[in-house]
């Protein structure tokens, strides 16, 4: 296939490897041009705008911060909708909010390309390894239309729904690992206050029912209190804002997550947007920046 990967971030620079490690065609475009750069040295074409990565695609996987940035690499001026023919078909694989994503998929319809929200579960290690939890929404047809691009980059591929339903169920997965960075950032800072032997405290943790992937990939940061990449704060904050407007519309509490994006908007206060999202452990640790 004749794939354009626009955005070369954490995620989606690994996303565009996968694609020429299976064959595709692939040619790249990132907003700050020298992210291209690796992956044209592996054989990726680069172009100077989405609309020229697009034009003769057969399909955009898009992979950006936010909502209004995928709404002008997509539908802005140079955006892909100006080369992508129709018949073609976009993969977002950006979290970004449900109900702008099904908004942004019936503009498409509407010049004949089809649209598949896929974002991602798995973080950094997930996108290096191409071991990606993907949540599906779209129709069949079009959802079969991406499985070569999704296969290349994940391993368990869901569909749930139509438009919007991948970023709904991406919202669920990021209320539950709120809760997760969050407490286990508590549970670190209370074993180092009192004294556990940590290596040996985090092995007993991880045969036991308080295992989880944050646990096991993240634990390391919160004890040494040094939050390198993996996946931003302030982009988890953005996700928590998607989950509780769903919430909202729903008319649930969702105390777990207010709280949790209270202590997030806290650390962004204090310049922490940019670490990892493992950083919440800041709070019970009292290294925010901030008077305890
Ligand atoms: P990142 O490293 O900050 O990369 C963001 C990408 O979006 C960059 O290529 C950036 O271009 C581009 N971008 C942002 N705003 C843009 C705009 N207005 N116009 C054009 N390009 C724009 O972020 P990431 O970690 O790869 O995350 C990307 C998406 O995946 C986000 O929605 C995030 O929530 C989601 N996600 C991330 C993880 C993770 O662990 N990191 C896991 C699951 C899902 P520049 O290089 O020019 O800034």
Redesign the pocket.
């Known amino acids: 296939m004749r794939v354009a990967v ?8 690994p996303m565009a490897r996968h694609l020429i490690d299976a064959g595709h065609e692939v040619t790249v475009h ?3 041009r020298e ?1 291209e750069e690796p992956l044209a040295a592996l054989g990726a074409a680069r172009a100077g705008s ?1 609309a020229e990565a697009a034009q003769g695609a057969d399909a955009v996987l898009t ?4 909502t ?2 995928l709404e ?2 997509l539908l802005g001026p140079g955006g892909v909708c100006d080369g992508l023919p129709s018949g073609g078909l976009v993969v977002d ?4 909010s449900p109900s702008a994503t099904a908004d942004i998929a019936a503009r498409l319809r509407e010049r004949g390309i089809g649209m598949v929200d896929a ?6 290690e ?2 290096e390894k191409g071991t ?1 939890t993907i949540f599906c929404g779209g129709s069949e047809e079009d959802f079969a239309r991406a499985g070569d691009i999704l296969n290349a980059i994940g391993s368990r591929i869901t569909h749930l729904g139509p438009s919007g339903a991948g970023q709904t169920a ?1 919202a669920v997965n990021q209320v539950m690992i709120a809760g997760t960075y969050a407490s286990v950032g508590e549970g670190i800072a209370l074993a180092q206050a009192a004294g556990l032997p940590i290596p040996e405290l985090l092995e007993a943790l991880s045969g036991g029912a308080a295992a989880s992937w944050v646990l096991t990939n993240r634990a390391g940061n919160m004890v040494e209190d040094t939050y390198p ?4 704060l302030a ?2 904050r ?2 928590l804002g998607i989950a509780l407007d769903e919430a909202a519309h729903a008319g649930l509490p969702m105390a777990v997550t207010e709280a949790v994006a209270a202590q997030e908007d806290e650390l962004m206060t204090a310049g922490h947007g940019d670490e990892d999202v493992s950083a919440v452990a800041r709070v019970p640790k009292r290294t925010t920046g901030q008077p305890a």
């Open positions: 626009i955005g070369l971030g954490t995620m989606g620079g990132n907003r700050t992210r989405p992979c950006v911060s936010d209004p940035d002008h690499v694989c950006s979290t970004v974002p991602v579960s798995g973080g950094s997930g996108a990606l991406k990449l993996g996946f931003k982009l988890h953005k996700d």
